[in-house]
């Protein structure tokens, strides 16, 4: 699809807000679903792959089985909600071999298994949102001692929400990104945020200031007591009583 193109920088292959996010993407979906809903914690359109079996329920890209991406760019980068269930997706390279492998990563596996044509490996999700980056030749180098080429296909299987899946050139800082690229809280979540760390500002001021002051008055009572002693009279000998003559 993309052998003819020309790839630097960063090259998108779904994004949830678009008109068509999955016109270059195949559905298959038994016991599920695979919408475009609104999230509410980023209070945007995602797309959310959910079913009952994870083998069962995947979007895949190219549409056409006989077609492949032809992508050069060695990073794959997935911006992905954890629902807490079971999660995994697949990843078919070429290498400078001449072989394709296929990459598959879940979040329900707990070991590395390397065979000559797939590579399963585990992968850990924060909660909520994350964004997974993925480097296609480090692990192609590290698990075949080979070179990669350039990626033939994605599979994403349920179940988590997408917002995009793109490709780099290399990785790129938070600032570095494009405005597009980046997930943005809500405006009223991040005046939200804004708010509590002000407040949380004005209350650790607040204790300054009242510590400041206590030791303060503290200070100045026992100088005050200090300066009473110095200057307290001293005591007279009781009179003498008179005798009569």
Same mark, same amino acid.
């Given at each position: 699809?993309?052998?003819?193109?020309?790839? /630097?920088?960063?090259? &998108?292959?779904?994004?949830?807000?678009?008109?068509?996010?999955?016109?270059?993407? @195949?559905?298959?979906?038994?016991?599920?679903?695979?919408?475009?809903?609104?999230?509410?914690?980023?209070?945007? &359109?995602?797309?959310?792959?959910?079913?009952?079996? +994870?083998?069962?329920?995947?979007?895949?890209?190219?549409? @056409?089985?006989?077609?492949?991406?032809?992508?050069?760019?060695?990073?794959?980068?997935?911006?992905?909600?954890?629902?807490?269930? #079971?999660? /995994?997706?697949? !990843?078919?390279?070429?290498?400078?071999?001449?072989?394709?492998?296929?990459?598959?990563?879940?979040?329900?596996?707990?070991?590395?298994? +390397?065979?000559?044509?797939?590579?399963?490996?585990?992968?850990?999700?924060?909660?909520?949102?994350?964004?997974?980056?993925?480097?296609?030749?480090?692990?192609?180098?590290?698990? #075949?001692?080979?070179? #990669?080429?350039?990626?033939?296909? !994605?599979?994403l299987h349920a179940n988590c929400r997408v917002r995009r899946l793109y490709f780099s050139d290399r990785l790129y800082s938070e600032e570095e990104l494009p405005p597009e690229f980046k997930l943005f809280l809500p405006i009223?979540?991040? *005046?939200?945020?804004?708010?509590?760390?002000?407040?949380?500002?004005?209350?650790?001021?607040?204790?300054?200031?009242? *510590?400041?002051?206590?030791?303060?008055?503290?200070?100045? +009572?026992?100088?005050?007591?200090?300066?009473?002693? /110095?200057?307290?009279?001293?005591?007279?000998?009781?009179?003498?009583?008179?005798?009569? !003559?």
């Amino acid at each position: 699809m993309f052998h003819n193109s020309y790839q /630097s920088g960063f090259l &998108s292959i779904l994004y949830s807000i678009g008109s068509r996010p999955l016109q270059i993407w @195949d559905t298959q979906v038994r016991n599920g679903h695979v919408k475009r809903i609104t999230d509410e914690d980023i209070q945007s &359109s995602v797309l959310e792959v959910v079913g009952s079996n +994870v083998s069962t329920c995947y979007i895949t890209c190219p549409a @056409d089985p006989k077609k492949t991406l032809g992508i050069k760019l060695p990073f794959l980068v997935m911006i992905i909600k954890n629902l807490k269930r #079971y999660f /995994s997706f697949e !990843v078919t390279i070429l290498d400078d071999k001449g072989i394709r492998r296929r990459f598959r990563a879940s979040n329900y596996q707990s070991t590395t298994r +390397v065979k000559p044509f797939t590579c399963t490996m585990p992968m850990r999700l924060d909660e909520g949102w994350n964004q997974i980056q993925f480097n296609l030749a480090d692990f192609t180098r590290r698990a #075949y001692g080979t070179n #990669y080429l350039e990626t033939l296909r !994605v599979q994403l299987h349920a179940n988590c929400r997408v917002r995009r899946l793109y490709f780099s050139d290399r990785l790129y800082s938070e600032e570095e990104l494009p405005p597009e690229f980046k997930l943005f809280l809500p405006i009223s979540q991040q *005046q939200q945020q804004q708010q509590q760390e002000q407040m949380q500002q004005q209350q650790q001021q607040q204790m300054q200031q009242q *510590q400041k002051q206590q030791m303060q008055q503290q200070q100045q +009572v026992e100088e005050t007591t200090e300066q009473g002693e /110095s200057e307290e009279p001293k005591q007279q000998p009781p009179p003498q009583p008179v005798e009569a !003559v």
